[in-house]
């Protein structure tokens, strides 16, 4: 069972992941996409907070803390219907798609905000030598 979130998560990535599946596999074809969408939604908090008048450091950061919180909403909405679709459950039991994609969402926002978040960080630091 998948949520209406996830599927249209899905949707959107899906020619990414099209076009990209005989490189990655079925498994892992969805990270580019996320890469993707994540760096969309630090691209807008970045313009966004521009316009609100913040730069230089606290806009990348708080750009940064807004894929945080898309991230965290979208796993908890996705995840906790898994958990209730699935109950009772096991915890060792093994992972289905919903679970996979769930755990590439938070590798990808892992990966985006450590790089795209600390990069604009650091070279948007006006005291930076």
Known sequence: MSTWIEDQLQQLVSPVTAAVSSYTGPTLSALPGLTGLFAAV?????????????SGKRRATLSS???SIVHGIITNI??????????????????NSSANFVMQLS???SAVTAAI???FA?????LRS
Request: aromatic share 16%; charged share 10%; proline share 4%.
């Open 107 to 109: 590798a990808v926002r």
């Open 78 to 95: 996705v995840a906790g219907a898994q958990l209730v679709s699935h109950y009772p459950f096991s915890l060792d039991a093994q992972n």
């Open 42 to 54: 630090f691209a807008a908090a970045y313009v966004g907070w521009g316009l609100y008048g913040l």
């Open 117 to 119: 978040g600390s990069m």
């Open 65 to 67: 803390c807004v894929i």
């Open 122 to 126: 650091d070279f948007t630091d006006p």
